[in-house]
């Protein structure tokens, strides 16, 4: 099996049509993929996936699925790397719209309170006005009677 001697270098790209990325479930020509192991002098007990039509028939240098498991694998951990970086992108974008919401909901809140406080103070001078009216109302017809007593009186 001269596709199983060869050292690890030698991209499983080659062989394939196309490359595989991830661990392969099937090979191009619609067969199952198996999981094999090698027994090479360059690769001995090297894991490896491989096309189960061309591993019966003992193919050798051919266009079927062959692929090393530990590159599949690494391919597989690049792939959810790529994912969590996606989802802490989103999860970002999420957290910065729920903040934009919070502050728009603190912004909202704090026009009601000062316009609830703004109101009570309105209505408070307006109390005081009223009080400070009658006050002075009191007043002078207290001056009146006053004035008038002293005038009856002497």
Known sequence: ?????????VSSSRRGRGRVVGVPSQCWCGVAVVEKISKSDFNPYRRYYRCSYAATHKLENDNHIFK???????????????????IEEAMEKIEHGRE???K?????????????ILERVEDALL???????NMMICGVIGCVLMIGLVKLLG
């Open 104 to 116: 728009m909901m603190f912004e909202s809140l704090k026009m009601k309170l000062e316009n609830e």
């Open 127 to 133: 109390e005081s006005k009223a009080n400070t009216r």
């Open 1 to 9: 099996m001269s596709n199983l001697t060869g050292d690890s270098t």
């Open 100 to 102: 934009e919401i919070e």
């Open 68 to 86: 090393w498991v530990d590159e599949a694998l690494l391919n597989e951990i690049d792939k959810l790397g790529a994912q969590i970086r996606k």
